[in-house]
């Protein structure tokens, strides 16, 4: 899968997705790694979405996974969990932050 691709997919599910449910404000890059490499800075600070194809230099969560990773994670050939577990999806920074907002954000709980 190419980056335009992935990022296309990530800014519609970002832009769509209401996550007033989400009372921390965060910022996260994720780093896609691959033949089409490329990173996704996207932040919900005040209420407010910004989601950008750039590397920003600050984020309280950082993320790597490979483009192969993201498109099994995408046809749900791979459960997210497995995938952090065993490597194949790495997180920096405040990681308890990032699986807290993850699992508000699949269950859309408040």
């Known amino acids: 899968m190419q980056f335009k691709e992935i990022y296309e ?3 519609q599910k970002f832009t769509e997705k209401d ?10 890059i994720v780093h896609i790694t691959g033949e089409d490499e ?9 209420g407010n979405k910004v989601i950008e194809p750039v590397k920003h230099n600050s984020a309280n969560i950082l993320v790597a996974l490979s483009d192969e990773t993201f ?3 995408y046809n749900k050939e791979l459960d997210p969990f497995k995938a952090f577990t065993t490597g194949k ?17 699949k269950n859309g709980q408040k």
Request: no cysteine; charged share 20%; glycine share 8%.
């Open 71 to 73: 498109e099994k994670l």
């Open 9 to 11: 997919i990530v800014k």
């Open 38 to 46: 490329g990173y996704i800075y996207a932040s919900y600070i005040g």
């Open 89 to 105: 999806i790495k997180a920096k920074g405040n990681v308890f932050l990032a699986m807290s907002l993850f699992k508000k954000y």
């Open 19 to 28: 996550i007033s449910m989400i009372d921390s404000d965060f910022s996260a």
